[in-house]
């Protein structure tokens, strides 16, 4: 059973370009996570999204980013117009729902380290 | 004050010692607690997961959580080379904040041979 997965690995975007990071869950696991680890600092939560719906996106800043989970394919976390302060590494978790097995134990993928230039 | 709290380290320790990983929190209302093993470059890699207060123990690893004292601890036995990582608690009440995790900053842990 293949983990989570997200691609790219590494991403460099000039000031000013759009960054987009995808993630695929583990099979049937239907809850995406996005978190965003700056260096020295733990995981920051950034948006929890299931299927079509934005569950809770407390943690994304207001302006620039977004984020979807579409019916088919991988979520996407994208942002726009990106400043230095974006660079980090952006991680995406998957689970199931709640109440299916081992509930919503989140399990990270390998992360997206985006270097701004 | 941040939610949950984690000494970084680093910390350094010969192989076969016993390792001691903490973390405090401010929200009673976390009820779920993790930990997870980063290793340089890599995404979190869960280790051990609890329930409200109580030890869990899976091989070499123990897990324990205070709610009392809102204090949780990792303990690691006849530690080795390989568990040279950085880890990470994290923690959710599951109940306002869904699904999110509130994470510490991490303990780097270097086992030296």
């Known amino acids: ?117 | 004050q941040k939610e949950v709290e984690q000494d970084p380290g680093p910390l350094s320790v010969p192989e076969g010692a016993i390792v001691s990983l903490n973390c405090t929190y401010s929200n009673s209302a976390f009820q779920y607690f993790m930990w997870y093993r980063q290793y340089s470059r890599k995404g979190p890699e869960l280790l051990m997961y609890t329930y409200s207060s109580g030890n869990k123990e899976d091989g070499r690893f123990t897990a324990q959580v205070d709610k009392s004292s809102k204090y949780i601890s990792l303990f690691i036995r006849d530690s080795q080379p390989s568990d040279s990582a950085t880890y990470l608690c994290a923690m959710n009440d599951r109940g306002s904040t869904l699904g999110r995790l509130y994470f510490g900053r991490g303990t780097q842990l270097t086992v030296w041979p």
Not at chain 1, 25 to 35: I, T
Not at chain 1, 48 to 68: C, H, T, V
């Open chain 1, 1 to 117: 059973n293949a983990g989570v997965m997200q691609n790219p690995r590494h991403l460099v975007r000039r000031r000013g370009q759009e960054a987009r990071l995808r993630c695929s869950p583990m099979k049937g696991h239907s809850h995406v996570y996005w978190y965003r680890q700056l260096p020295e600092e733990g995981l920051k939560f950034m948006v929890y999204l299931q299927k079509e719906n934005i569950i809770d996106e407390s943690g994304m800043p207001k302006e620039r980013f977004s984020a979807e989970f579409p019916k088919e394919g991988p979520s996407i976390l994208r942002i726009q117009q990106v400043v230095r302060g974006d660079s980090a590494a952006y991680f995406c978790a998957s689970s199931q729902p709640l109440l299916a097995g081992d509930g919503d134990t989140q399990y990270f993928g390998p992360g997206t380290r985006l270097t701004v230039l």
